[in-house]
């Protein structure tokens, strides 16, 4: 089996390859300079399951209004953080636009693919139990839903937003890191009871939280939100030096 993921230096690509690590499976890498606009091209436009965003972006009036910019260009910009599979051994295509704010559930929606597909094979990611399932799932949207929100944001106004000549705006960067320090106490509750936050196994619940905590404790300069928390530092510790992330940062830094 071949699988090739496109744009491995982004974030939600790493979701996927972290996972396709944990699990044994073999894959490929192929780069893509989003500054240049390579996602953009129109070759690369034909293999989006939902382009609109991306031709939004291309196609996007440099004469507007800073404010207009800062609030939609880096939206779109991140929304076209793209991951493409191939997957041969159906002999098929699984094409997905990896949009971090609109449609990051899709990363997501692809590691619960391949941690069905490979269950029997390295790592279980999604428990022993349809109990443990629940509590992976349960734990699943609480990232997506609660988690990733704020600290996509912070990605976006810190970490990006810089490379485009935007200034971070103090008072959203406050609003956000208070809605992350707000889900962070009620992780450092739960981990408090369990070693992850699914139980007492390491899941595709604690390995989403990978790539944008990554950011969040290196280039954003925020880890005292992660170290401020006995329970979460040590959670966080345990989950990011895994072999899996180890490799995955080592061979795709990215804006790491």
């Known amino acids: 089996m071949v699988v090739k993921v496109f744009g491995p230096d982004c974030a939600a690509p790493k979701r996927v ?10 894959f490929e890498t192929v780069p893509l300079d989003l500054f240049k606009g390579e996602n953009r091209a129109p070759e690369f436009l034909k293999l989006q399951a939902c382009p609109l965003l991306l031709k939004l972006n291309a196609s996007f009036d440099r004469t507007l209004e800073l404010e207009f910019i800062s ?10 953080e793209v991951l493409y599979l191939i997957d041969s051994d159906s002999d098929s295509c699984v094409h997905v636009s990896v949009a971090l704010r609109i449609s990051s559930c899709e990363s997501r929606a692809i590691v619960r693919y391949y941690a069905e ?25 609480v990232e997506a839903q609660s988690y990733n929100p704020p600290i996509h944001d912070l990605a976006l106004k810190i970490v990006v937003g ?8 103090p008072k959203l960067i406050k609003e ?6 707000k889900v962070l106490d009620v992780y450092e509750e739960r ?14 619940a604690d390995l989403s ?15 005292y939100l992660i170290r401020d928390r006995k329970n979460v530092s040590a959670w966080w510790d345990d989950i990011s030096s895994r072999p899996s992330w180890k490799k995955v940062v080592e061979l795709w830094p990215g804006l790491y």
């Open 191 to 204: 981990l408090s009871k369990s070693k992850y936050l699914a139980g007492d196994f390491f899941s595709l």
């Open 71 to 80: 609030s939609f260009f880096l939206h779109v910009y991140l929304a076209s």
């Open 117 to 141: 597909k490979y269950k029997h094979q390295g790592t279980d990611l999604l428990g022993k139990t349809i109990e443990e399932r629940g509590l992976v799932e349960q734990w699943l949207e």
């Open 209 to 223: 939280h990978l790539p944008f905590t990554q950011y969040l404790v290196g280039k954003m300069g925020k880890e």
């Open 176 to 181: 956000n890191e208070d809605k992350l320090r």
């Open 17 to 26: 390859m972290v996972c396709l690590v944990e699990k044994g499976v073999e």
């Open 162 to 169: 810089p490379l485009r000549g935007l200034t971070p705006d």
